[in-house]
Structure formats: C-alpha cells, structure tokens
C-alpha cells in the first residue's frame, strides 16, 4: 500500500512537472521572475500529494450529504481505483530495505548541507557588523528603490566567499573585506541592487524548501534538474531587475566577473549570492538587449487557469466521485464492522432475567422424550437496545435439545439494558430447562 501510493505520487509529480515545462516553454519570453515561480511550483507539488486534495473534495461532498463514515479511506480508494499500478506486489518484501537505503541517502545528501552550514554560520558570528561606510549606504539606498520597510544587515567577511544572503529569518549581507575596493561605484550599486533582490525575494526560503524536497525525494532525478532551474531563473530574474534600475549593461558584467576573480568559493544552496546559476550563459543574457513580453490578459488567463486546474481538480474529482451509491456502501460497510464487534456490556443471567417482558416455553422433542433425555441448554446471546434476541450460539446442552432451546428464545423480549441511564447493546447467558414429567 505505501509502496503503491509513492508510486502514483511520483508519477503525478513527474507529469505535473512536465505540464510546467510545456507552460514555460509557451512563456520563454517572459520576465525570468515568472518561470522561476512556475519551476518552484513543480518543486512543491512533490511535497503534496494529489490524493490529499481528493481526500479535501471527498469531505466536502460528503460534508453536505447525510454520509460522516470512513470519509478518508473513501478518498484514498478513489485515487487508487484510477491511477496505473506502478510497484510490483513483490516489492512488498523489500520495503525495510527499501527504507534503509533511502535513510542512507537522506542522510548523506543532509549531512554535507549541515555542515556547510555550520561553517558559514560560524563564518557569520565572526564577521564584523558594518554599521557605516560606502556599502552601507548604497545598501541602504538600493533597499528604499525596492520599497523594503526592514533594513539588511551587513558584516564584513574574512572568509574568501563572494557576496551572498545568509540566513532565512532574518538574512544577512555577508561582504568579503576588500573587495569594495576592487569595485567602481556604479559595479557596486549593481551588485548590492541584486543581493537586495535576493532579500525582497525571499529566496533563500525558497531554496531551503527545495534543498527539503531534494533530501526526500534524492533517488528521483528530476527534482536535481529542478534545482538547477530554480538557480539559473532565481539569478536571471535578479539580473533583469539590476537592469530594469537602470545599471548599464557592461558594468554590471564587469563587476560580477570582478566578484568571481576575487572570491574563492561560492556560498550554500540555500544562499543566494551574485555568482550563483550559468555564469557564461548569465553573461549572455546580460550583455544581449531583449524585448522581455508582459502578462498580458492572454498570458494571464493561461496561468490562472493552469493553477486552478492543478489545484481545483483533485479537489473537484473527489467532489464528483463521492457519490450517494458508493458512500453508502462504504457506510454500510463500516455499520456492519461494527456490528462484528462485541458489545460493550456484559450482564449475568441473574439481571437480565428480571428484565424478561415475553417468554416463550420450548416444545420439548419428541426424540428426546422417548429418550428420556433432559437437562439445562445454555445459550449466548446478544440483547439488542431495543431487546431483542440476536447472534445466539450455543455453550452447552444435549445436541437433541439446543434446536428447540433457540427456536423458543428466538421470540423472547427483553426490556432495554440501561448504562448511564441509556439503552446499550449487552451479552449475556440464557438458560433453558428441560424437564421431564414423571407420568
């Protein structure tokens, strides 16, 4: 069963993925800040699963209707009677080596991250807070063009890495000492413009929630070319709106290439510096004047109708499959597992005989007599709320007796069996006497 789900999951999110590609493909010529949203978006959906959205539609079918049972398990049935089988039942056997190889490489794509992460942070403690000076002020001045509110800090960097965005909650500039110096005004307005870019974005939010579906989803290939995408269209749309401020063309190429001359290494995943993506290509793209198309209403109403089919039809598949017929059944379903219960209650011959309303003698058999057979037959049985007899079984008495036993207490009647002043399902003994008369 985890097996199959998993496998339909990532068949969905394998194709969601690829519908993404063909909507990009259409948008090739639009602002990079919108493909990269669109990649992002085909990260999440592996961190969501389709038949969670059909569970959401099932529920608020049956929400209206007079159906409240086994409402998930519904839902689950449903996606699974509809997607293709994807894992082979032998697998079954498998699973907990399945799980550990999957553990080792959760943990090995984790671990490097960690660590890396470790050493920047220490990086972070150790570099000097800029409170004043060139960077600070053109910081500044970038973050009001962006209309940010909160201020970014800056610390200035021993460590030989090139500018980046440490830090999710509250992000810091990390700025490596001395390369302000190797920077004319205007290549440090643009490099500061993108790293302010970076923040207004929330990019590195962003990347740790991919850097998340990575570490989970590591056997899956896909998810690793995502990331490239999401890198290569995070830095091109940061590079388009250092543009669009009005940095020329040439000097913000000369002060990225700057940046890579002297710095040594470049940050984490989860930070967002200026190097970051295809460098050649990034050149390319900057250096090559494009007329970049707007969303007109067109390219709008594709987007807009492509998210609320990727969202609203699982949710409207569950909703239509719901129906009265097979929510029934599973209704029925559920009321009979438990009627296979035992009850609750369990009361002694004693307090259920004060509690007879009718009972009906048997007919003693005539096999039996002439056998001169007698003695007791002791039944078990199930009093029902309302008192009647059901499920009655036999404990013990003579073979020819026991017919005729259960035949009688068939029609008996019971008063309700009260529980907190409530009437309640109990089961109890019942004994039938078989007495012959001396002739």
């Not at 493909?25 to 639009?30: D, H, M």
């Not at 007879?356 to 002791?378: C, F, N, R, S, T």
Request: neutral net charge.
């Amino acid at each position: 069963m985890i097996l199959t789900a998993l496998g339909n999951h990532l068949w969905q999110s394998t194709l969601f993925a690829a519908m993404t590609g063909l909507l990009i493909l259409i948008l090739r010529k639009c602002h990079a800040r919108i493909r990269y949203w669109l990649w992002f978006a085909a990260s999440i959906k592996f961190l969501i699963p389709f038949s969670l959205l059909v569970a959401i539609g099932s529920r608020l079918a049956w929400s209206c209707g007079a159906v409240t049972s086994n409402r998930l398990h519904f839902a689950i049935e449903v996606i699974s009677s509809v997607t293709p089988p994807t894992v082979v039942p032998g697998l079954v056997h498998l699973l907990p080596a399945l799980v550990g190889v999957w553990l080792c490489g959760f943990l090995a794509v984790l671990f490097p991250w960690y660590v890396q992460w470790q050493k920047m942070s220490a990086a972070a403690q150790d570099a000097l807070p800029l409170l004043e000076g060139r960077e600070v002020e053109v910081l500044r001045r970038m973050e009001r063009a962006a209309g940010m509110r909160k201020q970014t800090e800056i610390r200035l960097s021993h460590a030989s890495i090139e500018p980046g965005i440490f830090g999710i909650v509250r992000p810091v500039l990390m700025w490596p000492e001395g390369i302000s110096r190797r920077l004319e005004d205007a290549q440090l307005d643009a490099i500061l413009a993108h790293e302010v870019r970076h923040v207004r974005r929330h990019d590195n939010l962003a990347a740790a929630i991919h850097m998340v579906v990575e570490a989970i989803f590591w056997f899956h290939p896909l998810v690793w070319w995502l990331g490239a995408r999401l890198v290569e269209e995070r830095e091109r749309a940061c590079d388009e709106d250092v543009l669009e401020l009005g940095s020329e063309r040439q000097v913000y190429a000369e002060g990225i290439l700057k940046v890579c001359e002297f710095c040594l290494a470049s940050p984490l995943a989860c930070m967002s510096g200026v190097a970051g993506g295809d460098l050649k290509k990034r050149m390319v793209h900057i250096m090559t004047e494009r007329m970049l198309h707007k969303l007109d209403f067109g390219r709008k109403l594709l987007l807009g109708a492509a998210g609320l089919a990727a969202v609203a039809g699982p949710i409207a598949f569950g909703l239509v499959n719901a129906n009265p017929t097979r929510a029934e059944s599973a209704a029925g379903l559920a009321a009979a597992q438990q009627s296979e219960q035992p009850p609750a209650a369990h009361a002694s011959k004693e307090e259920m005989a004060a509690l007879v309303l009718k009972k009906v003698p048997p007919e003693y058999p005539e096999a039996a007599k002439k056998a001169h057979i007698q003695g007791h037959v002791v039944l078990r049985a199930i009093i029902s709320k309302d008192g009647d007899v059901e499920n009655l079984q036999i404990v013990s008495g003579h073979p020819q007796l026991a017919p005729a036993a259960i035949e009688a207490v068939k029609q008996w009647k019971y008063r309700p069996y009260l529980q907190q002043g409530n009437p309640v399902e109990v089961e109890t003994e019942i004994d039938v006497n078989f007495t012959l008369l001396a002739e």
